[in-house]
Nanobody
Framework: QMQLVESGGGLVQAGDSLKLSCAAS????????MGWFRQSPGKVREFVAA????????YYADSVKGRFTISRDNTKNAVYLQMNSLKSEDTAVYYC???????????????WGQGTQVTVSS
């Protein structure tokens, strides 16, 4: 089992930056790939970014490429999502998740956090 807790969400203006954190406990974090997903009201949960256990491999959704950066610190059992140049369309609940391999597919992930709300006002 792995427990994931997101933090760092909030209300910001368009163009601002925000950094999300996800703290992991339980199952070996350092051997798990991690991902960030988001979900807006009335929409399906969508992939944002993923990172391999080593941090070497990273994937991004086209909509966030060049603006968001995923990173991890295995000594702190944490994964991060640095979000720059935020847009109103980035407004969503953001979830972190754990998997065996980095993937953009929801079903590849076994463990999920509760989510943190990010609201970007224009």
């Amino acid at each position: 089992q792995m427990q994931l807790v997101e933090s760092g969400g909030g209300l910001v203006q368009a163009g601002d930056s925000l950094k999300l954190s996800c703290a992991a406990s339980g199952r070996a974090f350092s051997s798990s790939a991690m991902g960030w997903f988001r979900q807006s009201p009335g929409k399906v949960r969508e992939f944002v970014a993923a990172i391999s256990w080593s941090g070497v491999t990273r994937y991004y959704a086209d909509s966030v490429k060049g603006r968001f950066t995923i990173s991890r610190d295995n000594t702190k059992n944490a994964v991060y999502l640095q979000m720059n140049s935020l847009k109103s369309e980035d407004t969503a609940v953001y979830y972190c998740a754990a998997a065996n391999q980095p993937s953009s597919r929801l079903y590849a992930y076994d463990y999920w956090g509760q989510g943190t709300q990010v609201t970007v006002s224009s």
